[in-house]
Every structure is written in C-alpha cells, then in structure tokens.
C-alpha cells in the first residue's frame, strides 16, 4: 500500500440560513437591442425613450444602464453642439462687424 492515504471530501455542515436561489437574468433578443438601437436613431423620440429606460421598472439591467449611458452622452453632446453654435455665431458677428466697418455707409449724392 501506498504512503500516502487517499483524500475524502468531507460534507460540509448544514447552514442555519434559508436557501435562496440565484436571481434569474432576463436576457434580452437580438430584436429588442435592434428596436432600442433604431429608437434612439429618431430625434426627440430616442431622449424619451432613454429616459424610459433608465428609469422604468420593468428593463433589464443591462438596458437600465445603458439607457443612463446613452443619457449622459447625449447630454455632453448637447452641450456641445451649444458650445459650438456660441462659438460660430460669435465668429460670425465679428466677420459682420468688421466687413460693415470696412466700406462706407453714408453717400453723399450731389445733383
């Protein structure tokens, strides 16, 4: 015989805590990542939409956060496209500006 003795698994102790299973995870279809895709492809629909999902009861997890995602970006890019406009109408009122000051305004008609 061999020196060493074989290792038995010993069972372990019953607990006193109640059994609980493990949450189930919906996993969502291709379809309804294709409809949430194209919903938020649709001006001022996908804003109402990501706000649903972000804050409705009854999405998954994975939907929840990527509507609190799709927000946040949608939120810098607005802010953006603000700053961007500020800037260009500014850039655009100096031009106006410069080229009014450039040639004269009063003529003078002499009969």
């Known amino acids: 015989m061999s020196q060493y003795q074989q290792y038995q698994q010993q069972p372990l102790p019953p607990s006193n805590l109640?059994?609980?299973?493990?949450?189930?995870?919906?996993?969502?279809?291709?379809?309804?990542?294709?409809?949430?895709?194209?919903?938020?492809m649709i001006p001022l629909v996908n804003i109402i939409y990501l706000l649903v999902l972000a804050f409705g009861g009854s999405v998954s997890v994975a939907k929840k956060n990527y509507g609190?995602?799709?927000?946040?970006?949608?939120?810098?890019?607005?802010?953006?496209?603000?700053?961007v406009f500020i800037l260009f109408a500014s850039f655009g009122v100096s031009i106006f500006n410069e080229l009014s000051e450039t040639y004269p305004t009063n003529y003078e008609y002499n009969y």
């Open 18 to 40: 109640p059994y609980a299973p493990p949450p189930q995870q919906h996993t969502e279809g291709l379809g309804s990542w294709m409809l949430a895709i194209f919903l938020t």
């Open 68 to 83: 609190r995602a799709m927000l946040i970006w949608t939120a810098i890019g607005i802010v953006l496209w603000i700053l």
